[in-house]
């Protein structure tokens, strides 16, 4: 599993971008740096997410797959709302790509992969 390190880089409020808005993921790559989708179908682990806001309660939830694509669901439940999730390339300068339920989307920066 590799843990990837990522802060937001654009969003609707925040067109610059804000250091204190961190997106954390724990998955699984493929060699060409790609979610690896056949290592989640026999993973019998969630993998985690965290986002840390400097102004808010971290908060914790797990990626899923739906359909083809990937989408974060809050820990809470499964009743939560998805946020679609794009990632094409997971490597430090890449981004991913979040869209909320009512369709803003929040841009990070990959920071570092481990």
């Excluded at 060699?31 to 993973?43: G, I, R």
């Excluded at 809050?74 to 979040?98: C, K, M, Q, S």
């Excluded at 869209?99 to 803003?104: A, I, N, S």
Aim: hydrophobic share 40%.
């Amino acid at each position: 599993m590799a843990k990837v390190l990522s802060l937001l880089a654009q969003s609707a409020g925040q067109p610059n971008g804000d250091t204190g808005m961190g997106l954390e993921l724990t998955v699984c790559l493929t060699p060409n740096a790609h979610l690896d989708s056949a290592a989640f179908e026999v993973s019998p682990l969630p993998w985690p997410v965290r986002r840390t806001w400097r102004d808010r309660e971290e908060w914790h939830g797990e990626l899923v797959r739906v359909d083809d694509g990937w989408a974060i669901r809050a820990a809470r439940g499964d009743n939560e709302p998805l946020w679609d999730v794009t990632a094409r390339i997971v490597r430090p300068g890449e981004y991913i790509t979040l869209r909320r339920p009512d369709g803003e989307e929040l841009m990070f920066r990959i920071v570092g992969v481990e």
